[in-house]
């Protein structure tokens, strides 16, 4: 009784081999990576200007409108930025605290 590759298999042979090949150099690729721990700090440069009157006394614009928007971010980036030891930081700059 002898066994032979079927068609089938002549042709999904080759294509098997080049991705178990493709396969093997990923894993030697990505095992040579370091893995490091990356602080990111953000600067939020801060401009006070004179506001519009609102259109409507119930859609008053927030204070801290920019700000609240760039904790939210910095804090997003956080959670996701901890699977790959990433940390991120924001720090408030005012054109006052600049002027020398």
């Known amino acids: 009784m002898t066994y032979s590759i079927t068609p089938q298999w002549r042709y999904y042979l080759p294509k098997f081999i080049h991705w178990m090949r493709s396969m093997a150099v990923v894993c030697l690729m ?5 893995a490091y721990a990356a602080e990111m700090r953000i600067g939020y440069l ?4 004179a506001l519009p009157p609102a259109l ?3 859609d008053q614009p927030s204070p801290d409108e920019g700000l609240a928007g760039a904790e939210l971010g910095i804090a997003d980036n956080n959670s996701s930025g901890k699977f790959s030891g990433q940390n991120f930081s924001a720090a408030r700059i005012s054109p006052s605290s600049c002027a020398a």
């Open 46 to 49: 801060l401009q006070t200007r």
């Open 30 to 34: 990505s095992a040579q990576m370091p």
């Open 56 to 58: 409507s006394n119930l």
